[in-house]
């Protein structure tokens, strides 16, 4: 493979999507909530990214970054850099969105923002309904995917997904509605490597893009009882110094090898361009197995706050 070129997946709709993407979520804050978008620094890296050659670009509403992800898209079409049919471009709709009737107003505010005239991919970000306030409401997840079914029939979502389904509501999508979901979006990496649901979703070919795959290897973004390993780890250490790659690298290889296609998020250019680099070796199955053995079933993003909704997707342990 070229440097800094993610080979193409074929997806269940006939669409394709390169194998590894661009996260554009800046992450919690200190204070609680999400971390404010106040100056262009995703901007900049979105341009940074699909300079380093990164065609797949992940955001969602409630990210507040559709507008600096749609500046740096027209910034590098008008700089001659990409086309848009070259780029593949994903966002999510918000819980407070889920009637099938609000699909598609949701939907157009997103390309609104980001001076789409389509989307590549929409996803459901969480199966919870939830109004602005954060109470629930009764909203089925089967009546959202029939408003991203008529989104797609209109031609703004080439294709359309789902994002932190488990295996009951994947498959009720399946026996309920006639449109097979093209994508599942969760969290996949070393600490939650998710067998059943990857085994899930390739019988039904489905496919699987792994959110924060870097997990907890990062002392800043690791809580206390988070599981081993960090980036100091000797066995994924020798592993990185054998290939002349870093254990960023080696981590997102393996997800690959799982395959997962993962979306590392950056805001500083040479992580962004370390990251699409891993497409040029391969990891042994001693390897693999070895980086399995870090499985512990364990999320970095718990979400413990939805816990008591009925449409909550994760064992509430
Ligand atoms: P990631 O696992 O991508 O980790 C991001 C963190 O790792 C940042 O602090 C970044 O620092 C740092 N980092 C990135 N690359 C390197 C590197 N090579 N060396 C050292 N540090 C590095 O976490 P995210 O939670 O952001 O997940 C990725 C994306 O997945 C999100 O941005 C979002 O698009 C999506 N997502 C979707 C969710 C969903 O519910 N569907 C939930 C969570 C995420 P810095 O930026 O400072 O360089």
């Avoid at 709709?93 to 390309?111: F, Y």
């Avoid at 489905?206 to 973004?221: D, E, M, Q, W």
């Avoid at 066995?235 to 054998?242: F, G, M, N, Y």
Wanted: with cysteine; aromatic share 10%; proline share 6%.
């Amino acid at each position: 493979t070229r440097p800094g070129v993610a080979p193409l997946v074929q997806l269940n709709d006939g669409k394709q999507i390169p194998s590894l993407g661009f996260g554009t979520w800046l992450g919690f804050s200190k204070e609680g909530g999400l971390e404010p978008v106040v100056d262009d620094k995703v901007q900049r890296a979105v341009e940074a990214a699909i300079d380093a050659g990164y065609r797949h670009i992940d955001t969602a509403a409630i990210y507040d970054t559709e507008e600096q992800v749609g500046k740096a898209i027209q910034n590098k079409i008008a700089e001659g850099v990409v086309a848009r049919e070259d780029l593949f471009i994903t966002s999510k709709l918000w819980n407070d969105r889920h009637a099938q009737k609000d699909v598609v107003p949701a939907l157009k505010e997103s390309l609104a923002k980001l001076n789409l005239t389509y989307l590549d991919l929409y996803l459901i970000h969480w199966p919870i309904a939830q109004y602005a306030n954060g109470t629930y409401y009764d909203t089925d997840y089967v009546e959202t995917w029939k408003g991203m079914i008529d989104a797609q029939v209109l031609g703004l979502a080439r294709s359309i997904g789902v994002s932190n389904f488990n295996i009951t509501q994947l498959d009720r999508l399946l026996t309920m509605t006639p449109v097979k979901p093209a994508v599942l979006q969760v969290e996949v990496n070393i600490n939650l490597q998710q067998a059943e649901l990857i085994k899930f979703c390739k019988e039904h070919d489905i496919a699987v893009v792994g959110y924060t795959p870097f997990g907890s290897l990062f002392h800043n973004r690791a809580a206390p009882d988070a599981p081993p390993p960090r980036t100091d780890n000797q066995t994924l250490l020798k592993i990185a110094d054998k290939y002349h790659k870093t254990i960023a690298q080696v981590n997102l290889r393996y997800l690959v090898e799982l395959g997962v296609i993962p979306i590392p998020k950056s805001v500083t250019p040479k992580r962004i361009n370390e990251n699409i680099e891993v497409f040029d070796f391969q990891l042994t199955q001693n390897e693999k197995d070895l980086m399995k053995a870090f499985d512990k079933n364990y999320r970095t993003i718990p979400v413990t706050m939805w816990i008591d909704s009925p449409y909550y997707p994760f064992n509430k342990k």
